[in-house]
């Protein structure tokens, strides 16, 4: 095991506590609803999303041969279509939920300041998977990719369960999701770090027909 892989993951984790530490912060010290962790989680899973491409787009090849060719552009298109859908459509809801139905007074600075320390930590996270990762195959681009399409599925299903929830058992809500998220994240980031792409088929990418060009 490389040493740059271990700091790498050193960092992940680092990143990882920092994120789902932030919104715990606010609902424990500063009495926010756990409405407020859900837009914070729905903002991170965007500024994740966009993270995970430009690292693709960076590290990973434009082409590679297996059993057939496939393209780092083919990758990116179906994860694009499937994470910026779900996120899309959680985006509404809570808009919506949070807006019309409940009418919460939302404090824009205290969601300023929370994105930009977790932004800061998804920074630190970055450069931990440069280590961690590195060299990028398309393979491990798959995996990698795959690990954050379970991020946005994550929170699409909290979205939908735990924004109501959110309004009607507050205290029973956010300990637990915070929890569980944090959890999934941990486990994404073992996953990466030892290497399991190696076991493990990509349904979401590798059923894609090729594209013409």
């Not at 694009?80 to 139905?101: D, E, N, P, R, Y």
């Not at 205290?110 to 970055?126: H, K, N, R, Y």
Request: include cysteine; charge should be positive.
């Amino acid at each position: 095991m490389k040493i740059k892989s271990i700091i790498g993951f050193i960092f992940s984790l680092i990143a990882v506590f920092g994120i789902n530490f932030i919104p715990l912060e606010m609902w424990l010290n500063r009495n926010f609803s756990g409405g407020y962790a859900m837009i914070i989680y729905a903002l991170e899973n965007v500024f994740a999303i966009i993270f995970a491409v430009i690292f693709v787009l960076l590290f990973a090849p434009k082409s590679e041969r297996s059993e057939k060719l496939r393209t780092r552009w083919e990758i990116l298109q179906i994860y694009l279509v499937i994470a910026v859908g779900l996120s899309v459509v959680s985006g509404i809801f809570i808009a919506c939920f949070l807006l019309l139905i409940l009418k919460v007074n939302i404090e824009f600075y205290a969601i300023q300041t929370a994105m930009i320390w977790i932004l800061g930590f998804q920074v630190i996270e970055f450069f931990g998977d440069i280590l961690m990762l590195r060299p990028f195959s398309l393979k491990k681009a798959e995996f990698f990719l795959t690990r954050s399409l379970g991020r946005v599925f994550l929170l699409f299903l909290a979205v939908f369960i735990g924004i109501f929830l959110a309004a009607y058992a507050d205290k029973w809500f956010v300990i637990p999701f915070i929890a569980l998220k944090t959890i999934a994240d941990i486990s994404e980031q073992i996953q990466l770090f030892t290497g399991k792409e190696k076991h493990q088929s990509n349904s979401f990418f590798s059923s894609k027909p090729k594209v013409s060009h």
